[in-house]
């Protein structure tokens, strides 16, 4: 416990330490209007509001990343007249939500390499596959993924808008669906002048879900037998009330 | 009204659901069928993940199941001696069908084996009970009130072990129903539905039950089986969604209801002939789903949220 401690603390004075001459050269604030989504009974999707200042000039660039997820993915094939999953390939670290805003178009702010270095945009992202097919194309399946995702709405589809106000005051929106997974966000922006980044900062906030749709969660997976008997009972009461209720009429 | 579902992770119209549970839960009182094979892939389509609908919906079956068998029993249309023996059998097809369900899951073949068996299973037994039930109705029209034999004998009314299901006024071997009972429970646990929809028309064919008691027993029967898989699912894949469920059970009960009173009213071969017409519809819809060429070839599972 002490000794995690003391490593921290080491941690923070070589950050700060390295942080010195950005934080010199350039001030970026950054702040949410929510720390945590909750995800009640009612939810159909939320949007968290990103703010921030810096110095005139340069551009704002925005990244949002949800937790990373184990996904599979099936390609279907013609088989016998028939359309049947074939070819698999799994990927082990894909982000579940993956948007990106920005203050001018990408390609206005800095090049592709500028972008790949801090790992922005859909095409950068770091997820290689951890296991497939034979001969599966990995390039293929990534693409397919990536597709899918910004079907559902969980990627954007393009950067998004990040307006200056006055010159020094930015913000923009962050919208999330219903089917948003839950876990931590990791929330980065980007100060870049003259195609190079000034100035980084991070900030996460937790999707959770909260009252009863948590306590559902909680108890089909810490104690599923009792769920399941729960669920038995309900359908069986729910059965006989209905029943004997509309007998009656 | 929008209601978020904790388990399938989405949000959807309360309505829209208990108009499925209303649908599902007339069928099922009407048939017989659990209605899985109608609900599941409809579950589907509004976007809940496959394997939280098929979980989910055979602990809706328990509810329309209960709720029809009251509504039978009330009738006499229950078998019990029947729905015993059918049972035995059916726990042991399950057994045996989750093994081989495991098996071409390593094998990687599962879903080809799981279509082809709707595709034969529905196709077969739809065509021959709209042919059948036609018939049947032709016959009548031509001869009103012509008495005919209760059923056709034919060489398995020679196999041993007699039995007397003095309700369904059968004499026939005890390895009928057991049989019968296994080759549900296979069904259940390979295609992931209350089996009913097999069960129903075997009884009135090979069996020889009336249409009636087919159907009263075949509820009185899926109401232990939907809920020994419930309690299975829970356990094993966690994909239950309780909140789902009870929105499907609400609309049920509603159309169990409507459901037990029309079906009196509609002869054994009018009964026939719709659920016949309703399974070819679903094999049509299942044939056309493997053969025409998707929108998008790729499909997406999450394996676990880490």
Redesign the interface.
Known sequence: MRRSWLNWLCAVAVAGILAVPLAGADDLVVDLSKRRIDITLGFSGAEVLLFGATDTGGDVVVAVRGPEQRVTVRRKEHIAGLWVNREWMQFDRAPSFYYIASSRPLEAIASDATFAGIEVGVAHLRFAPSGSSRGADADAFRAALIHTKEREGLYGTGPGQVTFVGGRLFRTTVSFPATVATGPYAVEVYHLRDGQVENAEQRTFFVTKVGLSAAVVVQAHNNPAVYGLIAVTIAVMAGWLGAAGLRKI | M???L??A???VDVFVLLAMGAAVGFISSLFGVGGGFLITPLLIFI?IPPPVAVATQI??V??????????HW?RGNIDFTMGWVLMVGTILGSTVGVTLFAMLQRA?QI??VI??MYIVFLGGIGSLMLVESLRALLRQRRAPGARFKLHQHNWLHGLPFKMRFRKSRLYISALLPLVLGFVTGVLIAMMGVGGGFFLVPSKIYLLGMPTTLAVGTSLFQT?FVA?YS??????QT?T????L??VL??G???G??IGARIGPRLHGDQLRILLALLIVGVWLKLVIG?????D???????????
């Open positions: 929008q209601v978020y904790p388990i992770q989405i949000s976007g602990n809706q328990v509810g329309a199941a209960v709720s029809g068998t009251v509504a009330r990687g879903d080809l279509v082809l109401i809920a419930t309690l299975l699912q829970a356990v966690q239950v969604d309780i909140l469920a009870i059970l609400v049920g009960l509603l169990t209801q493997a053969t025409v060429t998707p998008d070839l790729y499909s997406l599972q999450v394996v676990v949220p880490s």
